[in-house]
């Protein structure tokens, strides 16, 4: 039902900020909180963050928390993770995730997935 489109990544130098966007398809914040979760080649897919359907809540990765945001624009169907201060250690495939409960952490809890987009920081 709920189409999701990321974009926004790529190569970046250590220290950079970058912010992905998450296009989906129809109203989100009536049925869907959104979260973010990203995987690195030979990881297990990781939570990053995600927010409730109006927005009004957040809930962040521990190790994460100080350096992602992640923000929603339901009008334009839209939320975005902003990040600062990248490492090496945040190369990944980030994707954008629309779940039935309000702040999900694990990925079962989300419905429909985005094809992720590759962000890649340099040292």
């Known amino acids: 039902q709920v189409q999701l489109v990321e974009c926004g990544g790529g190569l970046v130098q250590a220290g950079d900020s970058l912010r992905l966007s998450c296009a989906a398809s129809?109203?989100?914040?009536?049925?869907?909180?959104m979260g973010w979760f990203r995987q690195a080649p030979g990881k297990e897919r990781e939570f990053v963050g995600a927010i409730s359907r109006t927005g009004s809540s957040t809930v962040y990765s521990e190790s994460l928390k100080d350096r992602f945001t992640v923000s929603r624009d339901n009008a334009k169907n839209m939320v975005h993770l902003q990040m600062i201060s990248l490492k090496p250690g945040d190369t990944a495939v980030y994707y954008c995730?629309?779940?039935?409960?309000?702040?999900?952490?694990?990925?079962?809890?989300?419905?429909?997935w985005g094809q992720g987009t590759q962000v890649t920081v340099s040292s």
């Open positions: 995730a629309a779940s039935l409960t309000m702040l999900g952490v694990s990925a079962p809890e989300y419905k429909y």
């Open positions: 129809g109203r989100i914040d009536s049925n869907y909180g």
